[in-house]
């Protein structure tokens, strides 16, 4: 199995989709598009996982607490140079992807050539990260935001 080192995210809008550009573990980087459909599935599933991640609190609301937890993630995040893509790099347009969820992080697994697979593997913070890329191209392509839970809008700037 490929790992994913890197990943940059960018909507193409003549494409219509979610241009994922990958560094893979000693290999030449790949493209992967992501359309609307499969997008919209990897944000519920991948926000109903931090949801059921997120202790049980009396003293404050799950749904604060989530926005906070993902406001942080935000803080966190360091800029970093894009991934660069050469004229002949692999470009896979993945129908579906398989997750892995367990309690620290997540994995997707992305078909990459001849049945291998390619793994994005995140922690918690970096799953964040990755969620809120994916939010800011959803805002950019114009897609309905419908998808994503409540308390994930009102952790962006300017929400509070």
């Known amino acids: 199995m490929v790992m994913l080192k890197k990943v940059t995210l960018q909507y193409i809008e003549i494409e219509d989709r979610i241009r994922m550009s990958a560094d893979l573990d000693g290999e030449e980087p790949a493209v992967f598009w992501l359309t609307q459909r499969l ?13 059921h991640s997120a202790p049980q609190s009396l003293l404050v609301d799950k749904g604060l607490m989530l926005s906070v937890q993902q ?7 360091k800029y970093s140079e894009p991934v660069r893509i050469g004229g002949l790099s ?5 129908e579906k992807v398989d997750l892995i969820c367990p309690a620290g992080g997540a994995a997707i697994i992305f078909p990459l050539y001849e049945g291998e697979p390619a793994r994005l593997q995140m922690n918690m913070l970096e799953l ?29 700037p300017g929400h509070n």
């Open 90 to 94: 692999r470009s896979v347009l993945p």
């Open 128 to 156: 964040r990260q990755w969620l809120a890329v994916v939010y800011r191209q959803f805002k950019i392509a114009g897609w309905p935001m419908d998808a994503w839970p409540q308390w994930f809008n009102l952790a962006e």
């Open 39 to 51: 997008c919209v599935r990897l944000v519920k599933k991948l926000s109903r996982h931090l949801e």
């Open 71 to 77: 406001h942080e993630a935000g803080w966190r995040q």
